[in-house]
């Protein structure tokens, strides 16, 4: 991939990654105080439960993906966490996490090693399949 291309599209990526982080953590601040219990059907998970689980994937495919960067995960996946502000700040960990794997990827030219392939033009491509 050519410096050009990483010094391009990295900040857009890279900012786009933020905000979507930035985004999540809003939706968080505008729960109701008892928002987080919340449950779109009998059985579904909480809307606690989908954030907690959002930041385990995230450091879970870090773990997968960028071993050497990677931040030890939840011990669970599916948490029904009750405090926004340990959920938004495991979001925000998590987020960095990710971002500083994916610009750290991108610029060494290193590919993710289990889930993804580079999002820039000029990466090489290698299919994926789900086993």
Not at 25 to 37: C, H, Q, S, T
Not at 74 to 84: A, H, K, L, S, Y
Not at 91 to 109: I, P, T
Request: hydrophobic content about 40%.
């Amino acid at each position: 991939m050519t410096p050009t291309t990483v010094d391009t599209l990295l900040p857009a990526i890279l900012d786009s990654w933020d905000r979507n982080n930035r985004i999540l953590v809003n939706l968080i601040r505008a729960l109701p105080p008892d928002g987080l219990e919340a449950r779109a059907m009998a059985g579904s998970p909480s809307v606690a439960e989908m954030f907690t689980h959002i930041i385990y994937v995230r450091l879970i495919f870090l773990s997968e993906d960028a071993p050497d960067l990677a931040l030890n995960p939840p011990p669970r996946e599916w948490v029904d966490e009750t405090d926004p502000e340990r959920i938004t700040a495991g979001l925000d960990e998590s987020a960095l996490a990710v971002r500083n794997a994916m610009e750290d990827r991108l610029r060494s030219g290193k590919p993710m090693q289990v889930h993804y392939d580079h999002p820039l033009p000029g990466a090489p491509f290698k299919p994926r399949c789900w086993a």
